[in-house]
């Protein structure tokens, strides 16, 4: 039971564009979102995050979008840059019940000069 | 600095035998996390704690065991009964108050069980 996901393995694109991340989660009871971003071999880190109150959330280049009616977050990182190629996950938690983050399975993103 | 440290940074294993990952924070959080990363599967959370002396289990805790003495330390001890045990080890921890959701992770253990 996949509640959060991730259905983009991968994205490419080139320096300068934007790149847009893509997650979706089926527990309405979801109610603030997370984006980590993981380079190899070491711990994810925290990037930006979004409560169900707003629908965006703006961090420099990066800003997250909800769409709590699609039930659908996104990541937009303008302008993407070489440094930004690593694995982002999304992650969502709910104020009801244990506090712990549900993670999707990532997306790899590359950016091409 | 504040931070958590997670050692070693690679450990080697015969299988069947036990092994305890080490997990220690000085960010003064209450909750403390163990999470297992495969590749195309993301995190997958194993134990957490939420105070001392208490721990919960998470979504694959089966072949694993965690014990939590000291709010500064999270040992997972990964036994002989964990059928695929060589992954990506990653500790976090996060702030005992409800608003602060962020979980800060440690660099991480990459076990191998030949």
């Known amino acids: 039971d996949q509640q959060v996901k991730q259905n983009s393995p991968s994205l490419s694109v080139q320096e300068g564009r934007i790149s847009i991340l893509n997650c979706d989660y089926t527990n309405s009871m979801f109610d603030y979102f997370l984006w980590y971003k993981k380079y190899p071999a070491e711990g994810p880190t925290f990037l930006i995050s979004i409560s169900s109150i707003k629908d965006k959330n703006e961090d420099g280049r990066f800003t997250v979008f909800l769409n709590k009616s699609a039930k659908h977050l996104s990541l937009h990182i303008v302008p993407s840059q070489p440094g930004d190629s690593a694995v982002y996950f999304c992650a969502a938690s709910s104020s009801q019940g244990a506090q712990k983050l549900v993670f999707g399975q990532g997306t790899r993103l590359t950016i091409n000069p | 600095d504040g931070g958590i440290t997670q050692s070693p940074k690679y450990l080697f294993r015969k299988e069947g035998q036990n092994v305890t990952l080490s997990c220690e924070q000085n960010l003064n959080h209450d909750a403390m996390y163990w999470y297992r990363q495969d590749p195309g599967q993301g995190l997958r959370l194993i134990y957490y704690s939420q105070i001392v002396n208490d721990f919960q289990k998470g979504d694959i805790a089966e072949g694993y065991s965690v014990s939590r003495e000291k709010k500064e330390s999270f040992p997972l001890t990964v036994t002989s009964a964990q059928k695929n045990p060589t992954a990506f080890y990653l500790c976090?921890?996060?702030?005992?108050?409800?608003?602060?959701?962020?979980?800060?992770f440690g660099p991480g253990t990459r076990l191998t069980v030949t």
């Open positions: 976090a921890s996060q702030s005992g108050v409800r608003r602060f959701y962020e979980q800060y």
